[in-house]
């Protein structure tokens, strides 16, 4: 045994004498509570929850509220409304992307010698081959362009139309995988890619899932039948598929963990796995996420929509095995693996994301003492949080979706022992980095939010009337509205928030290309803007 923890305390060592490999794992709208890490019963993720017990449980992870802008804060450490991405999301037949005029992660890595993929989703911008990701860092992709896709016959329909979206790097479209699930052919293209890596020359892996995102209005929630059949304790049908889409995403984390560990990669990697926002509950976009006992859910600005479930992992953190109290956004994964992987830092200009390296692997305070949520003045809506006062101005959807959706998320037992025999916690504990079962319990309910318990009692909040204020430390379920009790403080909220909008850039949205439809091009979504002149014929949408 003493060898063994012997060898394994060499590998890590030796690790850090190089540039450590990076692989992000990106769930596509997992909501806050749908993770066993939380405390969550109904759903077990045994493998996710395997790589929070060993690492960090990110707790003040913050994201933005929908797609788009928050990968492409993830990707060039700015907040969307410093690159003109804070108003939704982008559409396939919409002529714009993230701006060419912005460096991205992985050409700053690039530069330090890693080799770069992404598997699965891009959503940055289609319309011309310039901005896609294989013209944009990444030296391969397997994966869909658009927004979300069904999860076997890998067709998008949005905007009244509807195509085909998936492709091997640019040019081939992938006809081929027809029929397959999605989350099975990203899991096997990211472990052949870990498998075949070379590994004198340090990897970076985007698996950015589709799961759990909804597909098509035909059957929005899919997973293979046997799968879901395993969650027959669920009565609701739509959280049970929902289920089974989620035990294959926890599958995939597994096997990327198996096969960085058979690869003898794992002892010199960073693995951060996040949502990319918070979850579309109570059929929200069709779907049945839970962020419960959060406020509010996807493309709203409650903590629901923007705090993200969230897990950090390497054999490189000084202090894991804890829940890591530094509030962080989306936007300093950029600085933050960039100063990890050797770089710069200080090459890094005019971005928003700060470099919390040191700070999440020492437990230290981070510089970050604030977080702009968004701003989106089309929306009339905007939120920022500055130390433990979060102010909340305006909503989305008329307030319809500004509550608490509670599901039977609590009953039932967790499965420790899936848990410690997931193919994650066996990679983990190859290093002997595991933990054992009663500090994976003590982290599990250090974990869970529980705002029940609070003697302060509700005062209401509705943001179409007046701005909110709530002490998020305290409360972080946004129930008591501080606003008229600490009118000073509100006051100097409005006015940050007022200098912070000066700064914005406006949003870039443009009008639907209707030659963009994919029934001009074989019913497949592609990058048109190549192919047609610069004068569009145009749908306002």
């Not at 992870?61 to 409304?81: D, E, F, Q």
């Not at 080799?115 to 013209?135: D, E, N, R």
């Not at 960073?270 to 059929?283: C, E, M, Q, Y």
Request: aromatic letters at 10%; charged letters at 20%; one cysteine or more.
């Amino acid at each position: 045994m003493w060898c063994i923890a012997l060898a394994a305390w060499l590998s890590v060592v030796a690790a850090n004498s190089r540039s450590p490999h990076i692989v992000l794992i990106v769930a596509d709208d997992l909501g806050w509570d749908d993770v066993g890490f939380h405390g969550s019963n109904e759903v077990q993720t045994p493998n996710i929850d395997a790589l929070a017990a060993a690492g960090l449980v990110l707790q003040h992870h913050h994201v933005a509220p929908v797609c788009t802008p928050s990968r492409a804060s993830l990707m060039t450490g700015k907040y969307a409304i410093h690159t003109g991405m804070q108003h939704k999301v982008i559409y396939g037949m919409e002529p714009r992307g993230l701006p060419l005029s912005e460096r991205i992660l992985p050409q700053y890595l690039k530069d330090l010698g890693y080799s770069t993929h992404l598997v699965g989703k891009w959503h940055l911008g289609s319309y011309k081959k310039a901005y896609l990701p294989c013209q944009r860092g990444f030296d391969t992709h397997t994966g869909f362009i658009t927004g979300k896709i069904d999860m076997y016959d890998h067709t998008n329909m949005e905007t009244g139309t509807w195509g085909f979206d998936f492709r091997r790097d640019p040019e081939i479209i992938s006809h081929d995988l027809f029929g397959k699930y999605a989350t099975d052919i990203y899991t096997e293209e990211a472990v052949k890619l870990i498998k075949y890596h070379n590994r004198t020359q340090p990897l970076f892996l985007v698996v950015a899932h589709s799961a759990v995102h909804s597909g098509n209005p035909y059957e929005p929630l899919r997973a293979p039948e046997d799968v879901v059949a395993k969650f027959s304790h669920i009565q609701d049908r739509q959280r049970q598929k929902f289920a089974g889409m989620l035990w294959k995403l926890d599958e995939s984390v597994g096997k990327v963990m198996e096969a960085l560990q058979e690869s003898g990669l794992l002892s010199d990697s960073i693995v951060l796995f996040t949502s990319d926002n918070g979850g579309p509950a109570a059929g929200f976009n069709r779907n049945a996420a839970s962020n419960y006992p959060l406020r509010g859910v996807k493309n709203t600005l409650w903590e629901g929509g923007v705090r993200a479930a969230a897990a950090l992992f390497s054999p490189l953190l000084q202090k894991p095995s804890r829940l890591a109290p530094q509030r962080l956004h989306i936007s300093d994964w950029l600085p933050t693996l960039y100063g990890a992987a050797g770089g710069d830092t200080s090459i890094l200009k005019g971005i928003d994301g700060f470099n919390s390296w040191e700070a999440l692997s020492k437990d230290l305070k981070t510089e970050r003492t604030s977080v702009v949520h968004n701003i989106d003045d089309i929306f009339g809506s905007a939120a920022i949080t500055i130390n433990q006062w979060k102010l909340l101005k305006g909503t989305t959807y008329n307030g319809t979706w500004d509550g608490w959706y509670e599901t039977s998320k609590r009953k039932g037992e967790y499965q420790i022992d899936a848990t410690l025999q997931s193919r994650a916690a066996k990679a983990i504990r190859s290093l002997g980095l595991m933990p054992d079962k009663d500090k994976v319990f003590k982290m599990r309910a250090a974990a869970s939010i529980n705002c029940s318990q609070s003697t302060t009692a509700p005062i209401a909040c509705n943001p179409l009337v007046a701005p909110c204020l709530f002490n998020i430390d305290d409360d972080p379920c946004e129930r008591v509205n501080m606003a008229e009790k600490e009118p000073e403080i509100l006051q100097k909220m409005l006015i940050k928030l007022k200098e912070i909008n000066a700064t914005a850039v406006p949003p870039n949205n443009r009008n639907l290309d209707l030659r963009g439809d994919p029934k001009y091009w074989g019913r497949v979504f592609v990058n048109f803007g190549d192919f047609v002149s610069e004068n569009p014929s145009i749908i306002d949408l």
